[in-house]
């Protein structure tokens, strides 16, 4: 009786995180695409696609500021010993954070202007790129407070969090853009605004968790263990530029475009962020267990059967749902969505598979996959987009992913005993992208595309050999 009631209990703890975590995620999303749809609506592409080109060095900045801090702290907390030397652990990861934080961004400010020329091609937009800069430190320290709530498993007040922070960007985006008609500052002011607003309740639940004085030594630990993640993340961050790219290559209004496929992918995108900062605090917890390895083989069969289905009902979908709601301009949005919502799934799959790396603390596996992520993507992007619009760009990123998968599984399992069924896995995540590809831009009825979804989804399901049921009673061994 004990046994099932632990099974139960570590079963409900997960599901009921994961569930709470995608709740809120969903939630933020479905205001971010309410918010998409009316400044869509009101605001001229260009414009839009001139703040996302804006935008990239904000990207970029919150990327290289990481330093894989957070992750690093959340996988030390549990070797903590007593409430103060936790303490002193994410207190470090702050300070450390904020000043790095707020040097390159008065580094950003001090070249915007010559700055937002490069991204534009134009002069007269350095004041929104300073705004935008001046957005940076706050989300920085806000990642922070996250990563220590999740640490303790308080999933309620992280999902929260979240959720408010998108939240009040949105509304406000709404407000400034659609109401009172700002245009390119109101969007820009709004992202500022919406900034500090979300961290105040943030600061108000975490400040007690933080009052401690950093140390040197924890300091050297974080960074040891995390600048690998922390680079892998800024060279992340550096695919933003691809909106530059796409600018010069086409124009602004198929930046605005493209940044619509990719939130129309965020269905897939949400369940990895959902799924990561859930499940990888508990992974590295049961670090030692020898059930670790079947637990994680379990997560990729069904995560990867599951989310290709998602990635194919999005894609499939995608043509009547954005010709409904969106301007004309956003049409060939429906042309990128297919490879990108397959490369969201290969995403997921690729921090699985390298969860082996992790364990080990073999981390430098993750600074390497960024690299040849963003060397074979932006050079695809320059050789497919002239050939194939918008889905030369999906697709370059599906093959760089691809590739990074495939490195980081080999390097992971030469070091661990966790074997996945990674390549089975890619060849579903492949044959799904080129049919949703094939049914969107030849344009078939809905009646076939749905009918290709059902058969993919049988196929998804068959050859991942994927059941919930062995998940869940490889959850039940943990205590």
Request: include cysteine; hydrophobic fraction near 55%.
């Amino acid at each position: 009786m004990a046994h099932g009631s632990t099974r139960s209990s570590v079963v409900w703890r997960l599901t009921a995180g994961i569930s709470l975590y995608t709740l809120a995620r969903a939630a933020a999303g479905g205001v971010r695409a309410v918010a998409t749809l009316l400044v869509a609506n009101v605001v001229p592409p260009e414009t839009v696609g001139m703040l996302l080109t804006l935008w990239v060095p904000m990207a970029v900045v919150h990327g290289a500021c990481d330093l894989g801090l957070g992750t690093a702290a959340v996988r030390f907390a549990p070797e903590r010993r007593d409430e103060s030397e936790r303490r002193t652990l994410f207190a470090t990861a702050v300070l450390t954070r904020a000043s790095v934080g707020l040097l390159v961004t008065a580094l950003v400010v001090a070249a915007r202007e010559p700055l937002a020329y490069w991204l534009t091609g134009t002069h007269g937009y350095g004041r929104i790129l300073m705004i935008l800069a001046l957005t940076r430190p706050l989300p920085m320290i806000f990642d922070v407070f996250i990563d220590e709530l999740r640490a303790r498993g308080a999933m309620r007040e992280v999902s929260a969090l979240v959720f408010l922070a998108a939240f009040f960007v949105q509304v406000l985006a709404v407000v400034f853009a659609v109401v009172m008609h700002k245009g390119l500052e109101g969007l820009a002011w709004s992202r500022f605004l919406g900034d500090i607003l979300g961290i105040l309740p943030a600061i108000f639940l975490c400040f007690q968790f933080f009052r401690a004085r950093p140390s040197r030594n924890d300091l050297r630990k974080l960074l040891a263990f995390g600048w690998p993640l922390g680079m892998v993340y800024a060279l992340g961050t550096l695919r933003f530029l691809d909106r530059p790219v796409l600018r010069a290559l086409t124009s602004t209004e198929q930046v605005a475009a493209y940044e619509l496929a990719v939130r129309l992918v965020g269905p897939v995108g949400l369940v990895n962020m959902a799924l990561g900062t859930v499940l990888e605090p508990f992974v590295y917890g049961q670090a030692q267990s020898e059930r670790t390895p079947a637990l994680v083989d379990a997560f990729v069969r069904a995560y990867v059967a599951i989310f290709a289905i998602v990635a194919m009902a999005v894609s499939m979908l995608a043509p009547e749902f954005v010709a409904l709601l969106f301007p004309k301009a956003y049409d060939v949005a429906a042309f990128a969505l297919p490879p990108l919502a397959f490369a969201a799934t290969c995403e997921g799959l690729q921090r699985a598979s390298g969860i082996g790396a992790d364990l080990a603390k073999r981390t430098r596996v993750w600074a390497v996959s960024g690299a040849v992520t963003l060397a074979v993507g932006f050079g695809l992007l320059m050789d497919l987009v002239p050939r194939l619009g918008l889905t030369g760009a999906g697709f370059a990123w599906l093959i760089a992913s691809s590739g990074a998968t495939l490195i980081v599984y080999r390097t992971a399992r030469s070091l661990s005993a966790i074997e996945l069924p990674v390549a089975r896995a890619l060849v579903v995540i492949w044959v799904g992208s080129l049919i949703a590809t094939a049914g969107v831009l030849l344009g078939l009825p809905l009646v076939l595309r749905i009918a290709a979804l059902v058969g993919f989804a049988v196929l998804a399901l068959v050859v991942m050999r994927a059941r919930l049921g062995d998940l869940r009673r490889q959850l039940g061994g943990f205590p």
